[in-house]
């Protein structure tokens, strides 16, 4: 029986079996996800990440089997386990299903990100503002950060994310599916997020859900143009920059352990 090495990462509790090309895996070892990340009878993760390094390169499956284009706490988890490999700590990029981004580890254990701006979606009318066919009375705003997320501010009462979730997620408005954020101002000016992702459900965290988050936040004029902002995740919080056309993500990504899986 030959067997697999693989690393188990976390960003934020948000959780990744990494598997290296250099170490045998290859992409058409992502059809085995959801095998490897049922939690009762696998290893457990809310995603597998196939990584090369020559040029560096992740692709994304959920814990459905399903592809994503992008993961931001993902792609910081993969980003500090290529530096462990290279022994670098300078800017390098990283190319995702959504395109290359610049990514370094910092002395502090965490990782910053940089990544294309997050962008409204409008429809013909110009609005970015979608209401559901079911599950809530209220529109929440259409973004792409390379992959496709509902967020809704200002509920006076959110909903349990856990029910309504599944309704938005197959909303037929998204017919490939569509990551769901909940937003509340907390006193301190953070902002509280409550994320529901796509082929995987309830997690700890989505990064390019808190990215999508805190540009609509700067987009409705809610902070000034120079800021930064704080977003805090069940699992944590996750710090945000400008830098032009570039948003920069600030947060933590933890190795758990390492092991080996059969081919």
């Not at 895996?25 to 992502?30: A, K, N, R, V």
């Not at 190319?95 to 254990?109: I, Q």
């Not at 809704?152 to 037929?172: K, M, Q, S």
């Amino acid at each position: 029986m030959s067997l697999l090495p693989f690393e188990k990462w976390h960003g934020l509790g948000n959780d990744f079996v990494v598997g290296f090309e250099a170490d045998g895996w290859s992409l058409d070892d992502g059809h085995r996800a959801v095998a490897i990340c049922d939690r009762h009878r696998g290893i457990g993760a809310d995603g597998l990440l196939i990584v090369a390094t020559s040029p560096a390169r992740m692709t994304v499956f959920n814990a459905d089997g399903s592809e994503s284009e992008m993961c931001g706490n993902g792609l910081r988890c993969v980003s500090a386990a290529i530096a462990a490999r290279t022994a670098t700590s300078a800017w390098f990029d990283v190319e995702t299903g959504a395109g290359p981004h610049a990514t370094r580890c910092l002395t502090s254990g965490e990782v910053e990100l940089l990544m294309p701006r997050p962008r409204l979606m409008p429809d013909a009318s110009g609005s970015a503002l979608v209401w559901p066919r079911a599950g809530l009375d209220a529109a929440g705003y259409r973004l792409s950060t390379g992959n496709p997320h509902w967020v809704f501010v200002d509920l006076e009462n959110p909903p349990d994310i856990a029910l309504v979730g599944p309704l938005l997620e197959h909303d037929p408005q998204f017919p490939e599916r569509v990551n769901i954020e909940f937003v509340r101002l907390l006193p301190d000016g953070a902002l509280r997020v409550d994320v529901w992702e796509r082929g995987c459900g309830q997690t700890q965290a989505c990064g390019t859900g808190a990215a999508a988050v805190a540009e609509l936040w700067r987009s409705l004029g809610r902070i000034s143009g120079d800021a930064t902002l704080t977003v805090e995740l069940p699992g944590g919080r996750l710090h945000f920059g400008w830098q032009g056309e570039r948003l920069l993500m600030r947060g933590p990504a933890e190795r758990v352990f390492a092991g080996s899986v059969a081919r």
